[in-house]
């Protein structure tokens, strides 16, 4: 069933330690197909929440009519351990669809998903006929599946009719103008500053000139020095109306960038990593009490500095091996473990599960490294983009999902592990900062586990040792 269009007049949201956007108006027709983007902490997911009447804005309001229905999936699911996130999303999906929406709203839906699931997802959105509002970060999604995109940056968001590659497309062209432009101004104040040049020459040949002429009692030639200085002045003028223009377009510039753009700088410290074998499993079942193995013939070896992929179907089994490697005790296992001390291992699971959601950014790195002091500890959380007062004072329950990835990032970068296990870490990750974690984790000196759907990730991080479950038994792949 169709609805009366959603009115939005005004929207504001901010934080105490920032500003998202402010005075977003614009209005939502039926059968739109909205692809919102940002910058990980931008307030795309606090939008589709306000949007969806779980989250007051800070000023502004929402129209929304009777006639409107709306499906909501959110981008952080509630795991078990017995269902993978491609499962729990594929369930919160079903159930939200089985109301009959014509507003679908979903946050980062691919995060989870395997290929096969990816491919169902795509399938299902294209034959969506109602309202469609998604964030992601999927290239494939972006050029397929939506028709207008809002980008929430610089405290605003910009709407664009047309897909991704339209947009990416009229910002370059947009970004060459001005950097054309740039070029222009650069040669006239170069030769204004050549015209000034030559007018100083003449003044000081005429200043010369005219005190002679004072002397010799020649006084027409001091209105020639007035002229001279007029020319000067007029010279001045020029250049700064030139500074002034040069100062708009850079200001321009300065904003004018592509989707996901960040510049952050990582850095993990070294240490001492111990024997050449870290880990070893021979033999190896995992599974939870009362039920069958879920993982079975487990022979699996890793080296200092190796970085291995597990990977799987939805459910296959990935989370429960990593578990029984971190030492969790509710995961029985058996067989021959050999696995670093827990202390040893670095764990980022895709819902940042090991921070208090209660300590601050800045408490959070100084319980890794008491022995650090404040100006270690800002300089550190530097390099991870945390430098504002308000962002390293913001607890880490008010943190976005890049941002709670960052934060993870920067304590194991304090205290370095032997052993990094990552758990589908480019789920929240905006393209940018996906690139300079890749950088990171090239030059991280210890061994890494990495479960990732991401193939453009696990190809970038050159990784060569592959593992795969199918059907509860681990098999490496050649």
């Known amino acids: 069933m169709q609805h009366k ?20 108006s614009t209005e939502i027709y039926y059968g739109a197909r909205i692809g919102i983007l940002g910058t990980n902490g931008s307030g795309k997911s ?17 129209i929304i009519h009777d006639d409107v229905s709306m499906g909501y999936v959110p981008q952080a699911i509630e795991i078990s351990d017995l269902l993978s996130g491609g499962e729990h999303f594929n369930k919160a999906l079903t159930e939200a669809l089985s109301l009959h929406p014509n507003v679908l709203l979903l946050d980062e839906p691919t995060n989870h998903l395997d290929s096969q699931n990816r491919q169902g997802l795509m399938r299902t959105l294209k034959k969506y006929s109602g309202t469609l509002m998604i964030i992601s970060h ?32 009229e910002l370059k062209v947009h970004h060459r103008t001005i950097q054309d432009a740039l070029t222009i101004l650069d040669r006239q104040k170069k030769d204004v500053h050549q015209a000034l040049m030559r007018e100083q020459s003449r003044s000081a040949k005429s200043r010369s000139k005219g005190e002679k002429s004072i002397k010799q009692r020649k006084w027409p030639t001091v ?50 990593l111990g024997t050449k074998i870290v880990l070893s499993i021979q033999e190896g079942f995992v599974g939870y009490e009362g039920f069958p193995p879920i993982v079975d013939g487990i022979y699996l070896t890793l080296h200092c500095g190796e970085k291995l992929v597990l990977q799987g179907r939805n459910g ?39 921070l208090n959601p209660h300590h601050s ?28 007062n308000e962002e390293v004072n913001a607890r880490a329950n008010q943190l976005s999902g890049g941002e709670k ?32 974690v890749t950088n990171v984790l090239k030059d991280y000196p210890g061994s890494i586990i990495v479960v990732s759907h991401d193939e453009g990730f696990l190809q970038d991080l050159g ?14 792949k050649w």
Request: charged share 20%; hydrophobic share 35%.
């Open 5 to 24: 269009s959603i009115q939005i007049n005004r929207l504001c949201l901010s934080f105490p330690h920032k500003t998202c956007f402010e005075y977003f």
């Open 46 to 62: 606090t939008l589709l929440k306000i949007i969806q009447g779980m989250v007051e804005p800070t000023s502004g309001n929402i």
């Open 138 to 169: 999927d290239m494939e999604i972006l050029r397929n599946c939506i028709d207008t995109l809002w980008h929430v940056h610089d405290e605003k968001i910009s709407v664009f009719s047309g897909c991704y590659d339209d947009y990416t497309r």
């Open 223 to 272: 209105v020639s020095m007035a002229k001279a200085s007029r020319g000067q002045e007029t010279s001045g003028h020029k250049k700064a109306e030139i500074d002034h223009k040069k100062q708009v377009l850079v200001d321009q510039l300065s904003i004018l960038r592509l989707p996901e753009i960040l510049n952050p700088t990582f850095s993990l410290s070294s240490r001492e």
């Open 316 to 354: 296959s089994g990935k989370s429960t091996l990593l578990k029984a490697i971190l030492g969790q005790s509710h995961i029985i296992k058996s067989g021959t473990w050999l696995v670093p001390d827990p202390q040893s291992i670095g764990y980022l699971d895709q819902h940042y599960g090991t």
């Open 361 to 388: 950014v800045l408490e959070t790195i100084s319980y890794q490294r008491p022995d650090w002091d404040h100006k270690t500890l800002r300089r550190h959380l530097n390099d991870f983009l945390f430098r504002k």
């Open 405 to 436: 990835a960052r934060l993870s990032l920067a304590c194991i970068a304090a205290k370095t592990p032997h052993l990094l296990i990552l758990d589908e870490v480019t789920n929240n990750l905006d393209l940018e900062t996906k690139g300079h």
């Open 463 to 476: 990784i060569e040792s592959f593992y795969q479950i199918v059907n509860g038994l681990l098999m490496q």
